[in-house]
């Protein structure tokens, strides 16, 4: 049993849902080339005290800063009250 719903993306950030960005990479003599910027993404392991439980989160790191100063439970409340993401508890 997951507590989010299954979501089967690379590079996607299982909270804020952050995703690759493209752009151009320009060399010295201003020839631009396509590139894509990828978000910083970590695998995170978290505890829910209220809930007993570990999950493991494909998190970015401003979204791990946001878990650090608001905690994991208030802050997976406040996704799923905006509509981001549906818990399964």
Known sequence: MHLLKEKI??????LTGKGPMSGNSVSHSNIKT???FYPNLQKKTFFIPELDRWIELKV?????RTINKKGIYTYLKELQKKGEIQLGF
């Open 9 to 14: 993306m690379a590079r996607f950030c299982d």
């Open 34 to 36: 396509k590139r894509k």
């Open 60 to 64: 970015s790191t401003s979204a791990i």
